[in-house]
C-alpha cells in the first residue's frame, strides 16, 4: 500500500494528525472538506509522485532528473508540479519548510530542505500503473464544439482531453451510461456525441450539465479501465523483484550505450517498456458528483467502483462535498460485510440475489480497503475518519453542515414563536 506524508505545502499546514502523518492510499481513497482545504491539493500530490515512481521504475528518468528538478532555483519551473499547477505552493520560511515523503510499492521519495532524496524498495512487487487525474473542469470540454482547437493551459485537462478521444473512439454503436437509462453514440463524422434516451437524441453539447460532467468522467474511466484489464491478462499482474531488476539493467544498457542517439534510446526504451504492461488503474477524480442529483450519484459511484474492481492494483482516489457519496461508500462496506455473511448461510442463494439486486456484486468493498480524510482550511490539517464497525463515522463537516442547517431552521422556529 502506497502512502504520503505533506507539511507546509499550499493550504496543507500540519499535515494529518495521526498515523505518525501518514495519509494511506487505500483501495478507495476519498477526502472531504471545505474549499481550500486542500482536498485537490493532495490529490495532485498523490497523481505526481505515483508518475515520478512509474517513470523511475520504466527508466524514463533517472534519480538524478528528479533530484535536480526538485532544487531550491528550479522550484517555479518544476515541470511536473507545474503540470497541476503546483509548482507555487512550497514554503520557504525557515521554521515551516514544506516537507514531503512519498513511499510507494517501488520507490520512496522524501523532499526536506529543499531537496529530494530516491531510494528503491526492495523485494517489492510493482503493479505498473496507468494514472489518470480527471479534473473538475471536465465538463467544459463538451460544452465546446471544437475543444481540440483551444490553447489550453491545463497539461492535465489536456491529457484527459487526449483520453476523451481515446474514449470516444473505442465507442461501437451504443453505449449504456449508468444513470436515467440514457445512452451516448459518437458521431465520428461530425465528431460529437449524441445522448439517447425514451423517446429522443440531444447532443452532449446541449444536454444538461450533469450529463456534460458525467460522461467523459464515465467514458474514460471506463475506456482505460478495460485498457488496463486487457493489457494486465496478457502479462502477469504484477511485476516481480526479479522482473524489475531484469528490466532496470535493460535500461540501463541502453542509456550507455553511446553508439544511439537520444531519440533512438527513446525508441529502444518504449520496446523494452511494452514488455511489461500496465496491471494497475489509479483513477484520481475531483468532485465525481458534480452536477448530479443523489440518485445519479449513487449510480455513477457505483460504475467507478465497477472500474475499480477489475483489477487487484487498481485505485480509487476522490474529493468531494457531497455527503451522499460518504453515505453510498458506507452502504457498499456494509454490502461486502453482509455478503460474506451471506456465504456462510443456509440461504446463500436467495439472500445474495437479494443482496446483488441493492448493491452490484463489483461495486462492493471490504472495510479495510477504505479510507475517508477530512481537511480543516482553519488549520491545514489532515484527520482520518473514524470508522464503526468499518462504517465511516457520520460525525463528518459534510454531516455536521447538514446538521447546522437544521439548527438554523429550528432558530427560525423560535424567532416566529416570539412574534
Same mark, same amino acid.
Given at each position: 500500500?502506497?502512502?504520503?506524508?505533506?507539511?507546509?505545502?499550499?493550504?496543507?499546514?500540519?499535515?494529518?494528525?495521526?498515523?505518525?502523518?501518514?495519509?494511506?492510499?487505500?483501495?478507495?481513497?476519498?477526502?472531504?472538506?471545505?474549499?481550500?482545504?486542500?482536498?485537490?491539493?493532495?490529490?495532485?500530490?498523490?497523481?505526481?509522485?505515483?508518475?515520478?515512481?512509474?517513470?523511475?521504475?520504466?527508466?524514463?528518468?533517472?534519480?538524478?532528473?528528479?533530484?535536480?528538478?526538485?532544487?531550491?532555483?528550479?522550484?517555479?519551473?518544476?515541470?511536473?508540479?507545474?503540470?497541476?499547477?503546483?509548482?507555487?505552493?512550497?514554503?520557504?520560511?525557515?521554521?515551516?519548510?514544506?516537507?514531503?515523503?512519498?513511499?510507494?510499492?517501488?520507490?520512496?521519495?522524501?523532499?526536506?530542505?529543499?531537496?529530494?532524496?530516491?531510494?528503491?524498495?526492495?523485494?517489492?512487487?510493482?503493479?505498473?500503473?496507468?494514472?489518470?487525474?480527471?479534473?473538475?473542469?471536465?465538463?467544459?470540454?463538451?460544452?465546446?464544439?471544437?475543444? *481540440?482547437?483551444?490553447? /489550453? @493551459?491545463?497539461? #492535465?485537462? =489536456?491529457?484527459?482531453? $487526449?483520453? %476523451?478521444? +481515446?474514449?470516444?473512439? &473505442?465507442?461501437?454503436?451504443?453505449?449504456?451510461?449508468?444513470?436515467?437509462?440514457?445512452?451516448?453514440?459518437?458521431?465520428?463524422?461530425?465528431?460529437?456525441?449524441?445522448?439517447?434516451?425514451?423517446?429522443?437524441?440531444?447532443?452532449?453539447?446541449?444536454?444538461?450539465?450533469?450529463?456534460?460532467?458525467?460522461?467523459?468522467?464515465?467514458?474514460?474511466?471506463?475506456?482505460?479501465?478495460?485498457?488496463?484489464?486487457?493489457?494486465?491478462?496478457?502479462?502477469?499482474?504484477?511485476?516481480?523483484?526479479?522482473?524489475?531488476?531484469?528490466?532496470?539493467?535493460?535500461?540501463?544498457?541502453?542509456?550507455?550505450?553511446?553508439?544511439?542517439?537520444?531519440?533512438? *534510446?527513446?525508441?529502444? /526504451? @518504449?520496446?523494452? #517498456?511494452? =514488455?511489461?504492461?500496465? $496491471?494497475? %488503474?489509479? +483513477?484520481?477524480?475531483? &468532485?465525481?458528483?458534480?452536477?448530479?442529483?443523489?440518485?445519479?450519484?449513487?449510480?455513477?459511484?457505483?460504475?467507478?467502483?465497477?472500474?475499480?474492481?477489475?483489477?487487484?492494483?487498481?485505485?480509487?482516489?476522490?474529493?468531494?462535498?457531497?455527503?451522499?457519496?460518504?453515505?453510498?461508500?458506507?452502504?457498499?462496506?456494509?454490502?461486502?460485510?453482509?455478503?460474506?455473511?451471506?456465504?456462510?448461510?443456509?440461504?446463500?442463494?436467495?439472500?445474495?440475489?437479494?443482496?446483488?439486486?441493492?448493491?452490484?456484486?463489483?461495486?462492493?468493498?471490504?472495510?479495510?480497503?477504505?479510507?475517508?480524510?477530512?481537511?480543516?482550511?482553519?488549520?491545514?490539517?489532515?484527520?482520518?475518519?473514524?470508522?464503526?464497525?468499518?462504517?465511516?463515522?457520520?460525525?463528518?463537516?459534510?454531516?455536521?453542515?447538514?446538521? &447546522?442547517?437544521?439548527?438554523?431552521?429550528?432558530?427560525?422556529?423560535?424567532?416566529?414563536?416570539?412574534?
Amino acid at each position: 500500500m502506497s502512502r504520503i506524508k505533506i507539511k507546509n505545502f499550499g493550504p496543507i499546514k500540519e499535515g494529518c494528525k495521526t498515523n505518525d502523518g501518514w495519509v494511506d492510499i487505500k483501495k478507495v481513497t476519498a477526502f472531504i472538506g471545505n474549499q481550500g482545504s486542500g482536498k485537490s491539493t493532495v490529490a495532485k500530490l498523490i497523481s505526481t509522485f505515483t508518475w515520478i515512481e512509474k517513470a523511475l521504475v520504466r527508466g524514463d528518468y533517472d534519480k538524478k532528473h528528479f533530484i535536480k528538478t526538485f532544487t531550491k532555483k528550479n522550484q517555479s519551473k518544476n515541470q511536473y508540479l507545474n503540470y497541476h499547477r503546483l509548482e507555487n505552493y512550497f514554503v520557504v520560511n525557515e521554521a515551516d519548510k514544506t516537507e514531503i515523503e512519498y513511499e510507494g510499492d517501488a520507490f520512496s521519495i522524501i523532499y526536506k530542505n529543499d531537496s529530494l532524496v530516491i531510494s528503491e524498495i526492495q523485494n517489492k512487487e510493482y503493479p505498473l500503473p496507468q494514472i489518470m487525474y480527471v479534473p473538475a473542469e471536465r465538463n467544459f470540454i463538451t460544452y465546446v464544439k471544437t475543444p *481540440k482547437e483551444l490553447k /489550453l @493551459s491545463s497539461e #492535465s485537462l =489536456k491529457e484527459f482531453l $487526449t483520453e %476523451f478521444d +481515446n474514449a470516444k473512439n &473505442e465507442i461501437k454503436g451504443f453505449e449504456n451510461l449508468p444513470i436515467n437509462n440514457v445512452g451516448v453514440e459518437y458521431d465520428k463524422l461530425n465528431d460529437s456525441l449524441n445522448l439517447k434516451g425514451e423517446g429522443y437524441k440531444v447532443k452532449l453539447t446541449e444536454a444538461s450539465s450533469g450529463f456534460q460532467s458525467l460522461v467523459p468522467l464515465y467514458l474514460v474511466s471506463d475506456y482505460l479501465s478495460n485498457s488496463v484489464k486487457r493489457q494486465s491478462e496478457a502479462t502477469q499482474q504484477t511485476m516481480s523483484s526479479e522482473e524489475m531488476q531484469r528490466f532496470k539493467k535493460g535500461v540501463e544498457d541502453i542509456w550507455s550505450n553511446d553508439s544511439l542517439t537520444d531519440e533512438q *534510446k527513446r525508441g529502444a /526504451l @518504449s520496446v523494452l #517498456s511494452s =514488455k511489461f504492461n500496465k $496491471t494497475a %488503474f489509479i +483513477n484520481i477524480v475531483e &468532485e465525481p458528483e458534480q452536477n448530479l442529483f443523489p440518485t445519479s450519484q449513487w449510480q455513477m459511484l457505483q460504475s467507478l467502483l465497477k472500474c475499480n474492481s477489475m483489477n487487484l492494483g487498481n485505485k480509487l482516489i476522490i474529493t468531494t462535498h457531497s455527503p451522499y457519496i460518504i453515505n453510498y461508500l458506507s452502504i457498499v462496506i456494509q454490502g461486502e460485510y453482509l455478503e460474506s455473511k451471506i456465504k456462510k448461510s443456509s440461504k446463500k442463494s436467495t439472500m445474495l440475489s437479494k443482496l446483488y439486486h441493492l448493491i452490484p456484486r463489483d461495486s462492493m468493498v471490504y472495510s479495510g480497503d477504505i479510507a475517508i480524510y477530512q481537511l480543516d482550511e482553519k488549520d491545514g490539517s489532515i484527520k482520518k475518519l473514524e470508522t464503526i464497525y468499518g462504517i465511516p463515522s457520520d460525525k463528518n463537516f459534510l454531516n455536521e453542515t447538514l446538521a &447546522e442547517s437544521n439548527l438554523i431552521f429550528d432558530s427560525l422556529l423560535e424567532i416566529e414563536q416570539e412574534l
